[in-house]
Each structure stands twice: as structure tokens, then as C-alpha cells.
């Protein structure tokens, strides 16, 4: 499912299909059912593409500590005419990502309702569905109240050795030594 609201100064590109929620005044919906990850080999990203459509995936980047309690990294959200970007996200280094997303892998039997983790800018929800695969909810959101928007995009693991692939990709993403 994609969400926008009034994206005036935001970075983003909207079909036509989907002009009408440029503004704020509707919705779009972009759902990935299989998805695949990537990761470049000096870990300095991780993609989570759609193989169903490789147009429609969630990026990773420009991970740097902010201090010794705090990372900080880009996201990247991308489908058929849309394109959106958070280029700071903050995270805490005790309560991060990796951990998250190592609780999913470790749970591939399944769990009830959601399950969520924020960082300022991003969200991620996921939620355990029939045949074991883990709908991941990727939500962006503006920096500021003059800059509200919000973009989510779905994409959808298998919940046992895909998990445990992209948990591996992201710890190594968020905790590799600053070149």
C-alpha cells in the first residue's frame, strides 16, 4: 500500500496513474509478493527487489555512526512511478535494526499481529501471513511538519532462510567498521 500526503517538498516522481495523490488527496497502492535481496560486496547497501517486478524495491545506504550511541542511514523507496527518500535516518545503536529484524528470522513459525520498528524517519511493520511468509511494511515520512508526506511499500519474504538472509545483509550493513 503507498500513502502520500501533500508532497510539495519532497523528493518524488508520480506517474500519472497516481498524480492525484501527489497532493495528498488519495491513495495507491504498490504491494511487492516475492521478494529477493541484494547486497554489494563491501556491504555498503542492501536491497530488498520484488521478483516479481524488479522495479518495486526498498534500498538501504550510507550507513555512518552519528556518535557512540547513534547510526545513521539513507532509505530508498522505489516502484512504477514513484520514487521517494529519507537521507537521514537515526538510529539508536542498543534498540537497532538488526535486532528487529533477527527477532523475525528467529520467529519463522510465525507470531500474532504486528510487530514494528521506528526510527525517525522510517518505519517497518511486519506481519506473519498464511505459508510462511512475512509481509514487511516499509514506511517513509518527511522530515518536518512543512515537509509532510508519507510513502509505504510492501514487500514479502519467505519467513525462514530468506529472514535469516536479510538479517545477515543488515547487520552487516549497520554494523561494519566506518571506512
Wanted: aromatic share 8%; hydrophobic share 45%; with cysteine.
Amino acid at each position: 500500500m503507498l500513502t502520500l500526503r501533500d508532497s510539495a517538498h519532497v523528493e518524488l516522481s508520480l506517474a500519472n496513474a497516481i498524480g492525484s495523490a501527489r497532493h495528498g488527496n488519495g491513495m495507491a497502492g504498490v504491494v511487492a509478493r516475492s521478494s529477493m535481496r541484494r547486497v554489494r560486496e563491501d556491504g555498503t547497501e542492501v536491497v530488498v527487489r520484488c521478483q516479481e517486478d524488479p522495479g518495486v524495491f526498498v534500498r538501504l545506504t550510507d550507513c555512518h555512526p552519528l556518535d557512540e550511541y547513534r547510526l545513521a542511514f539513507r532509505v530508498e523507496v522505489q516502484a512504477e512511478g514513484l520514487c521517494a527518500r529519507t537521507d537521514t535516518v537515526v538510529a539508536e545503536w542498543y534498540d537497532d535494526l538488526t535486532h528487529f529484524v533477527e527477532g523475525l528470522a528467529a520467529d519463522f513459525r510465525g507470531w500474532e499481529g504486528a510487530r514494528v520498528w521506528q526510527a525517525n524517519r522510517v518505519e517497518l511493520s511486519a506481519v506473519f501471513r498464511s505459508r510462511g511468509h512475512v509481509c514487511l511494511k516499509w514506511t517513509l515520512r518527511g522530515a518536518t511538519l512543512a515537509d509532510a508526506w508519507e510513502v509505504s511499500i510492501e514487500t514479502w519474504q519467505e519467513a525462514g532462510e530468506q529472514m535469516k538472509a536479510l538479517a545477515a545483509d543488515i547487520r552487516d550493513f549497520l554494523h561494519r567498521p566506518p571506512a
